[in-house]
């Protein structure tokens, strides 16, 4: 079977009462900044390309992730060798999306060792890190079948979740459930972990677990995309006749795959505009339909 590579949308979210700037407008500031002003931690903002579409204005963004270790050169008939590289260079893994300001859309061509969208927004959150007078909270969450998404929002309680993830997802969920969870496991030294949280004991019903707080943690692990193998919530239904409407979250996320050899590739690398070829044939082919 030939490689696949993956196209998957979010829509991106943030409080208004606090962070008074979209997204866009960040975008922009970031567009005005040289490149070696733009590194926030191992992450840089590379390309950032402001055009139309079909009539749409998108950002075309190219994020980079540094990375301090990388392969090596390999001949069929000789041993691998390093790649030289000067004193201040490294490896580099890149990571395209598309952002659409008037549906708040993210498209992200999915790298699992590039920048993740979660990172993404941390990111632009730390548009002028230290000014406390610039505080952003933008946050991407997994667009859902919204027929699925319809039957989530019409549980009356939740009544279990079963998660499987790495430590950095539960670090990162932005919940204090998910931060307790790895605080706790840490001293294990896990690199995965499955947690099942139950309001009920086996085969009874009609407790469910606290509303607001599961919502988040649910929320924060769908963003950690390949970070999360399994995501599964159970409760109560009027649809269920009864019963428990088990939802497999994971398994509803909007995406569309694509064949690697449309990428085009040159010197070894998929190249920029045939990644974003890929972004902007998904964001005409959901444009109308989502």
Known sequence: MAKQVTVNIFDVE???????????????????????????????????EVGEFDGTRLYKLDFVKRRDIGPGRLASGSPIKAIQMAMDEDFGEETAAIYVPHKKWLLVLHNV???????MMAYC?????????????????????PAVMKRLKGMTGISSIDVTATMDAFQDADADSGMDIARATRVAKPKRISLQL????????GSFLENVRIKKFIDGMLRHGEDVTKLQVSGESPEA????????????KVKRKFSADELDVVE???????????????????????
């Open 14 to 48: 943030w409080d208004e009462r606090t962070t008074v700037q979209k997204l866009s407008d960040t975008l922009d500031e970031f567009k005005l900044l040289p490149l070696e002003k733009r590194w926030r931690d191992d992450v840089r903002l590379e390309h950032i």
């Open 113 to 119: 060792a590039g920048v993740g969208p979660s990172r």
């Open 125 to 145: 959150n730390a548009l002028d890190p230290g000014n406390a007078d610039r505080h952003f909270n933008y946050a991407a969450n997994p667009k859902l079948d």
């Open 198 to 205: 139950m309001a009920n004991e086996s085969r009874k019903r």
């Open 241 to 252: 006749d009864g019963k428990d409407l088990v939802i497999d979250l994971l398994h509803h």
């Open 268 to 290: 070894h690398r998929y190249t920029r505009k045939s990644r974003l070829g890929l972004l902007e044939r998904s964001y005409h082919g959901w444009r109308n339909t989502l």
